[in-house]
């Protein structure tokens, strides 16, 4: 078989496992994929509700601020916590079906995508409702959404690996992700902070890939060059420190499985 057909193969593998993801996911649901429309709006309704009076002066259009903050919030948590507990939930395939592991870590993070793109339908929705003029810096928002995703799978393979050899991460990074989720100015404006934690934020990789959205959806304006070096170096440095782990403890995954 040429390389190029193992491509065809894997790619065709891919989508029916991303297929099954997602309709595993919505399974016992009546709304099924719709959930993906109506989580972020129901999110955004109840926490404008309570902090937009708050932030009213610092942040204009306060519910589209959170919404932008909060889809690619949930992007990144989805496709992590999912991809995490890929190689244990795969395992009689994995020990019976000849496919690179990667593919199924790979399923997750684009079954992600795809709910990100369920999740946009809705935001797009909420643009035109709050009046958010059409700009040419919006035909960027792919490409944040893309480093975004390379970012998550770099912690996915992190995670994938840890969590074969140590069941308690998955609490663990449960944790972390709310701690983390406080540190993304998901919901506040972080002008308002000052010393160490404003610095920490600044520097958190998910607020840079956030801040640059909303540059430009927003706000009409392109994040600087030190903002796309951040989000480039965060994305490439972590997906080959996952990769480079994974890499070296797969025989070691085979075996433990």
Not at 72 to 91: E, H, I, R, S
Not at 126 to 143: E, N, Q
Not at 212 to 225: C, E, N
């Amino acid at each position: 078989m040429t390389k190029a057909q193992q491509r065809r193969q894997y790619a065709f593998v891919i989508s029916q496992l991303t297929s099954r993801e997602i309709k595993r996911k919505y399974a016992r649901s009546y709304l099924g994929i719709l959930w993906s429309v109506l989580n972020p709006l129901l999110s955004m309704a109840v926490l404008s509700l309570i902090f937009s009076q708050l932030f009213r002066r610092s942040i204009e259009n306060y519910p589209i601020y959170y919404l932008t903050g909060y889809i690619l919030w949930q992007a990144f948590t989805g496709a992590t916590t999912a991809a995490m507990t890929t190689l244990v939930d795969n395992k009689p395939l994995l020990l019976k079906v000849k496919f690179p592991m990667d593919i199924f870590i790979l399923t997750r993070v684009y079954a992600a995508l795809i709910n990100l793109g369920y999740s946009f339908a809705a935001y797009g929705i909420m643009l035109v409702v709050f009046r958010i003029s059409p700009k040419w810096t919006m035909l960027l928002a792919p490409v944040i959404v893309f480093w975004l995703l390379v970012f998550a799978l770099g912690i996915s393979y992190l995670l994938a690996t840890g969590y074969v050899f140590f069941g308690d991460i998955k609490h663990l990074y449960s944790v972390v992700l709310t701690l983390w989720m406080y540190c993304s100015a998901i919901f506040y404006p972080v002008e308002q902070l000052q010393g160490f934690i404003r610095l920490v934020i600044l520097n958190n990789p998910l607020y840079v890939y956030i801040h640059g959205l909303r540059q430009a959806v927003m706000i009409g304006t392109v994040p600087s060059v030190w903002e796309w070096g951040k989000m480039v170096v965060w994305a490439v440095g972590v997906l080959a420190a996952g990769f480079l782990v994974y890499r070296r403890c797969r025989n070691a995954i085979m075996q433990r499985l």
